[in-house]
């Protein structure tokens, strides 16, 4: 089922099995998973990093991910921003030049975890 807003569960380790409609995150290790907002069930992972991932913004009771996640190496290619805990589906595909620019940042990042 697609999910239209977000429970937060905040913790140490992201568990195996995620529930549907809730996003994980971990400051710990400087991530957030949640199974795909669109209700295919893919998981996705969001590094928290300044420069090549992802940014949280937490009010205390609200979060929001910037920027948007775009799960175009799922067959679902859902797109859509995470404010305040809503889901906002995003359906235009102008941005396709910065997105691979920016995925081919964010496998250098994390390919530069393991050196």
């Known amino acids: ?10 913790l140490d380790n ?8 809730v996003l994980y995150i971990s400051m710990k290790y400087h991530t957030t998973a949640h199974l795909c907002a669109c ?4 998981k996705v992972v ?12 937490f009010d205390g009771q609200r979060v929001s991910l910037s920027p948007s996640i775009g799960n175009y190496q799922f ?3 859902s797109h859509y921003y995470i404010k ?6 995003l359906d235009s595909d102008d941005d396709i030049p910065y997105r691979k620019g920016y995925i081919r940042r964010l496998i250098e990042w994390f390919m530069n ?3």
Request: overall charge negative; aromatic content about 14%; proline content about 7%.
């Open 75 to 77: 067959p679902c290619c």
């Open 39 to 42: 209700g295919c069930g893919e």
């Open 1 to 10: 089922m697609m999910t239209r807003q977000f429970k937060l569960k905040f």
């Open 113 to 115: 975890l393991f050196k």
């Open 46 to 57: 969001n590094p928290l990093n300044r420069k090549y991932g992802w940014i949280l913004t």
């Open 84 to 89: 305040e805990n809503e889901v906002l589906f």
């Open 14 to 21: 992201i568990p195996d099995e995620l529930e549907e409609g």
